[in-house]
């Protein structure tokens, strides 16, 4: 048993709790007013379900704008689906909240920075 309390993680688990809030009053009411959203994640993080293409174009970091053109925001315990437009193309994209690097809304001078959970090789373990 740890007998530590990890106080780094519970703060963690909490502000991507602010931003799963934020995005499910999205998912429901639409953009408030000039409100408008910078989420950076970790492309390489497990669950994170981009296009190959997407993937190629960012093999670790990428950061996605919710403003006008989204389309059908999901938001689930663990993470969110949306289909934004790249070149055209609409693709639909997952993105697990642990896979979090940054959140911002610029309109109201709002910013988080995440520290992810480290991502295991579970082959190194077998």
């Not at 990890?6 to 408030?32: H, P, S």
Request: net charge negative; aromatic share 14%.
């Amino acid at each position: 048993m740890d007998d530590e309390i990890n106080y780094e993680e519970m703060v963690q688990d909490g502000l991507r709790g602010v931003v799963r809030e934020t995005l499910e009053r999205v998912a429901e009411e639409g953009i408030i007013g000039l409100h408008h959203f910078y989420i950076s994640f970790n492309t390489n993080f497990p669950g994170v379900q981009l296009s190959e293409a997407l993937k190629e174009r960012h093999p670790e970091e990428m950061t996605i704008v919710l403003q006008h053109q989204f389309w059908g925001l999901e938001v689930e315990e663990e993470g969110f689906y949306v289909t934004l437009s790249f070149n055209d193309t609409q693709e639909r994209i997952y993105t697990p909240f642990a896979a979090l690097l940054s959140f911002m809304d610029p309109s109201v001078k709002f910013g988080l920075q995440f520290t992810p959970p480290p991502i295991f090789d579970l082959d190194e373990f077998l």
